[in-house]
């Protein structure tokens, strides 16, 4: 497959302003750009989609540059609903040099990362409307859909100037760099034509842009954020058992989507797996494969493999294989409590609200529904004896089939 193929086939190409896209994607080498907005010191889930289209792109040749909105960052792109809450400039340059760091190593150091405060801060208010604002007719702004959308509930005018800044992102690395494509997600589309146009018109040339699809789980929502919690691509943020646990439970309707837009695989590789898969669903066997190239090729083999150990651990009798390090950062946000030597387990259950009162705790003693480092408690007389603890501090106590513990013991 030709670069261009090869994205077709992956779903990774929406809208389009270029004359002919796929002889600027098989062509000579050229230098093209996407961006994003410093909001935070690390990159989410969300963003892969963008990133990993990026390197198909310099694995073909051409030259990838990353624009951090130093000064976009300051304004804010304009939401479907109300605007973005205005972050310091020190917090700005903060999560620039984060995202800088994470950009260069996911790309082994093979990509140019630019920051667009870097060319903004020595324009003055005057001489950017006169030579740039003077090119883009209002009605033309008014125009863009995210613009539209917001004019019933009000936009700011520091809002609405974002996508002639963004525009002008565009005509300056052209002029500079000589970029001639920008790609992005599809809710960039008015902001990246907007580039397109103003280059057109300022300077007669004809350049070009895509837009790839957002990436929706199941339920429609955006891929990689669930109740507007972002899985970060720093591990230190999000470990990789996080990451494995949320790649392994994609659904099945959408993980073949997956596997195209986040994998290097190939169409006759993904077309196995698919098939293998659909044989035998229960074995999740394209779950299972997402895992291990996303976490492989994000945070490398030892990651994934630590990943994979973690999680047949948690779940069977080699838990005690696991560190205290290991348990509490694949848990991280579940509830702790601390372990005393004097208290037996019914008491332990009620001292520390796991069940509300010693005939609950009874009930789910007698059920076999409470577990302590996955084997079931029996006795509720029993105390909590050094051998039923991990690293010698810590245990796992599971209440059902989905609420987790760590008990921490009070040294």
Same mark, same amino acid.
Request: aromatic share 10%; charged share 30%.
């Given at each position: 497959m030709t670069l261009y193929e090869d994205l077709m086939y992956r779903g990774l190409i929406k809208d389009v302003a270029s004359e002919d896209?796929?002889? #600027?994607? =098989?062509?000579?080498?050229? %230098?093209?750009?996407w961006g994003t907005d410093p909001t935070a010191d690390s990159l989410h889930i969300g963003h892969y989609s963008s990133l990993i289209t990026a390197k198909r792109l310099a694995k073909a040749g051409h030259h990838p540059i990353l624009l951090v909105g130093g000064a976009t960052g300051l304004i804010g792109d304009p939401?479907?609903?109300?605007?973005?809450?205005?972050? /310091?400039?020190?917090l700005v340059e903060k999560n620039i040099n984060g995202i800088k760091k994470?950009?260069?190593d996911i790309f082994d150091g093979n990509v140019e990362v630019v920051n667009n405060y870097d060319w903004f801060k020595?324009? %003055? !208010?005057?001489d950017f409307l006169r030579d740039t604002g003077k090119y883009i007719n209002i009605n033309y702004m008014l125009?863009?859909?995210?613009i539209r959308r917001r004019l019933e509930t009000g936009i700011t005018f520091a809002e609405f100037s974002y996508t002639l800044m963004q525009g002008y992102d565009y005509l300056y690395l052209n002029e500079t760099k000589n970029v001639t494509?920008?790609?992005?997600? %599809? =809710?960039? !589309?008015?902001?990246?034509?907007?580039?397109? =146009? $103003?280059?057109?018109?300022?300077?007669?040339? /004809?350049?070009?842009?895509?837009?790839?699809?957002?990436?929706? =789980?199941? @339920?429609?929502?955006?891929?990689?954020? /669930?109740?507007?919690?972002?899985? !970060?691509?720093d591990k230190n943020k999000t470990s990789s058992y996080k990451l494995y646990q949320y790649l392994i439970n994609s659904d099945d309707s959408k993980v073949e989507e997956y596997?195209? #837009?986040?994998?290097?695989? /190939?169409?006759e590789e993904i077309e196995d797996i698919m098939k293998k898969h659909n044989e035998k669903p229960e074995e999740r066997l394209a779950q299972r494969t997402l895992a291990k190239e996303f976490i492989t090729d994000l945070h490398g083999k030892d990651e994934y493999e630590k990943a994979e150990k973690i999680s047949k651990a948690l779940f069977t009798n080699?838990?005690?294989?696991?560190?205290?390090?290991?348990?509490?950062?694949?848990?991280?946000?579940?509830?702790?409590?601390? $372990? @005393?030597?004097?208290? %037996?387990?019914?008491?332990?259950l009620v001292n520390n609200n796991i069940c509300s009162s010693r005939r609950e705790a009874r009930e789910f003693i007698s059920a076999g529904a409470i577990k302590i480092n996955n084997e079931p408690v029996t006795d509720e007389n029993e105390y909590i004896d050094s051998d039923k603890l991990i690293d010698n501090e810590i245990l796992i106590l599971k209440k059902g089939k989905k609420n987790y513990f760590i008990g921490i013991y009070n040294k």
């Amino acid at each position: 497959m030709t670069l261009y193929e090869d994205l077709m086939y992956r779903g990774l190409i929406k809208d389009v302003a270029s004359e002919d896209l796929k002889k #600027v994607l =098989d062509g000579e080498p050229i %230098s093209f750009y996407w961006g994003t907005d410093p909001t935070a010191d690390s990159l989410h889930i969300g963003h892969y989609s963008s990133l990993i289209t990026a390197k198909r792109l310099a694995k073909a040749g051409h030259h990838p540059i990353l624009l951090v909105g130093g000064a976009t960052g300051l304004i804010g792109d304009p939401r479907p609903t109300a605007e973005r809450e205005i972050i /310091s400039k020190e917090l700005v340059e903060k999560n620039i040099n984060g995202i800088k760091k994470q950009v260069t190593d996911i790309f082994d150091g093979n990509v140019e990362v630019v920051n667009n405060y870097d060319w903004f801060k020595d324009i %003055s !208010w005057i001489d950017f409307l006169r030579d740039t604002g003077k090119y883009i007719n209002i009605n033309y702004m008014l125009d863009k859909d995210i613009i539209r959308r917001r004019l019933e509930t009000g936009i700011t005018f520091a809002e609405f100037s974002y996508t002639l800044m963004q525009g002008y992102d565009y005509l300056y690395l052209n002029e500079t760099k000589n970029v001639t494509l920008e790609c992005a997600g %599809s =809710d960039q !589309w008015g902001n990246i034509t907007t580039g397109v =146009d $103003l280059i057109q018109k300022k300077l007669g040339k /004809s350049v070009n842009a895509f837009t790839m699809p957002l990436i929706l =789980d199941a @339920n429609g929502n955006k891929f990689g954020k /669930s109740e507007g919690n972002a899985l !970060w691509l720093d591990k230190n943020k999000t470990s990789s058992y996080k990451l494995y646990q949320y790649l392994i439970n994609s659904d099945d309707s959408k993980v073949e989507e997956y596997l195209k #837009v986040f994998t290097f695989l /190939s169409k006759e590789e993904i077309e196995d797996i698919m098939k293998k898969h659909n044989e035998k669903p229960e074995e999740r066997l394209a779950q299972r494969t997402l895992a291990k190239e996303f976490i492989t090729d994000l945070h490398g083999k030892d990651e994934y493999e630590k990943a994979e150990k973690i999680s047949k651990a948690l779940f069977t009798n080699e838990i005690y294989s696991l560190s205290k390090e290991d348990i509490l950062g694949a848990l991280d946000g579940v509830p702790t409590f601390k $372990l @005393n030597n004097d208290e %037996s387990i019914l008491e332990m259950l009620v001292n520390n609200n796991i069940c509300s009162s010693r005939r609950e705790a009874r009930e789910f003693i007698s059920a076999g529904a409470i577990k302590i480092n996955n084997e079931p408690v029996t006795d509720e007389n029993e105390y909590i004896d050094s051998d039923k603890l991990i690293d010698n501090e810590i245990l796992i106590l599971k209440k059902g089939k989905k609420n987790y513990f760590i008990g921490i013991y009070n040294k």
